[in-house]
Nanobody, 125 residues
């Protein structure tokens, strides 16, 4: 069972990045999948979450990223993507994807059981 996060990098303010979270060993479509980030000296923040395990899809976006970040998923590829546009310096952080198997919405932090390794996003000029 593994989550592989990738896609981070260095970009100028206003630029874009696309993060990927690919699962192996389990079906990602059965889980809510979230992206968290943690900047140096700051607490971990839930950035976005998607749950399409039921008929009704659920999406969550932190206020700080609404209108700029977009989640999508492809269950056939067992992957979730976070498209990040109009990046700001304050988006600089280590980003992790995580999964939760729960009927709660949004999932509680303690319900996230699988975590991918972080992928670093740096926004600077």
């Amino acid at each position: 069972v593994q989550l592989q996060a990738s896609g981070g990098g260095s970009v100028q303010p206003g630029g874009s990045l696309r993060l990927s979270c690919v699962a192996s060993g389990f079906s990602l479509g059965d889980y809510a999948v979230a992206w968290f980030r943690q900047a140096p000296g700051k607490e971990r923040e839930a950035v976005s979450c998607i749950d399409t395990s039921d008929e009704t899809p659920y999406y969550y976006y932190a206020d700080s990223v609404k209108g700029r970040f977009t989640l999508s998923r492809d269950n056939a590829k067992n992957a979730v993507w976070l498209q990040m546009n109009s990046l700001k310096r304050e988006d600089t952080a280590l980003y992790h994807c995580a999964t939760a198997y729960t009927s709660n919405w949004p999932p509680k932090l303690w319900e996230y059981d699988y975590w991918g390794q972080g992928t670093l996003v740096t926004v600077s000029s």
